[in-house]
């Protein structure tokens, strides 16, 4: 049977009266933008898009403390353009600008808030490992008309909709509007996200991991101990013997796990401790949560259901444990076990 287009199923979701026609248009222009990304990236060095944005020697800097790469800038771009005008939106904000910015004056504004990570896993865009853009849309109090950065930080279990695109081998885009997990591929002929997944199932367990080894000295005592257990394999505690994966693109590495199951980790090091984790809250763990979520896996920072943190800072960062349900509860148990 020929797969339904992204724009059937959002249609056949209006109809169910599970979104509404602002919400599906929204979706549609952002859609549409990663389609744009993913026609930059393709180019590759023919485009002129890769190395660094700035002045040769002096690569620009982003309010992360992060050297940008000419695609963060230009996704950045594409995707504030594309939504600027569609009527939809009341304000934007993104891990490449320091502050949200309302929808100008001269465009009608809406009802929601767009939140994105506009390309992740840039450190892996001169290498031609898969890349990503991550989404997730608020709603934007009832009596604000001009959003200021207060209003995004509401908590990831308030996100009317999230999604990632990923940059690979095929582009492919996976959403949820509340109502389950779902994957399309775009189809490069025709230009359109086609379902290719249905209502995604992470399976409960898994023997693979995705963590930066590296960090391993600088992690918090349960995370060694966790790590430690999984490396003893079938003759340690856990009994089983595990593989690791590691992207470092963490749209890559979600996608893997959404796929086949694992967990992904991004924990609390001491080199991150100040900053209190590398991932950021508002739009890579939050939507990652709400996305695995909804695909019956799990998201803690390890201490608490990540949905539940109330947000205190735009570009906060949180530690990150997220994927096969009772992994991430085994994970969540050694921080317990320590407290
Ligand atoms: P971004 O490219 O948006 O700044 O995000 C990079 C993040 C994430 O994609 C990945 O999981 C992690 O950084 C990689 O970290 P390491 O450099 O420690 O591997
Ligand atoms: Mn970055
Ligand atoms: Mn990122
Ligand atoms: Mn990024």
Redesign the pocket.
Known sequence: MKPISLTRYLIEEQHAGRINADLRLLIEVVARACKTISIAIGKGALGGVLGDAGSPGAASMNI?G?AQKKLDVLSNDILLEANAWGGHLAGLAS?EMDHSQPIPDAFQRGNYLLLF?P?????NIDVNISVGTIFSVLRCPDDVTAPGDEHFLQPGNTQVCAGYTTYGPSTMLVLTVGHGTHVFTLDREIGSFMMTRRDVQVPAETKEFAV?MS?QRFWEAPMQRYVDDLLQGKQGPRGKDFNMR?V????A?VHRIITRGGIFS?PLDSKCRDKGG??RLMY?ANPMAFIIEQAGGAASTGRQRMLDVQPTGLHQRVPVFLGSRDEVEQAVRYHREHD
């Open positions: 992360q992060e891990e990570d390309l992740d896993g840039s450190s930066n960090n590691w470092a693109s963490m749209v590495d991004y590398k991932l890579e």
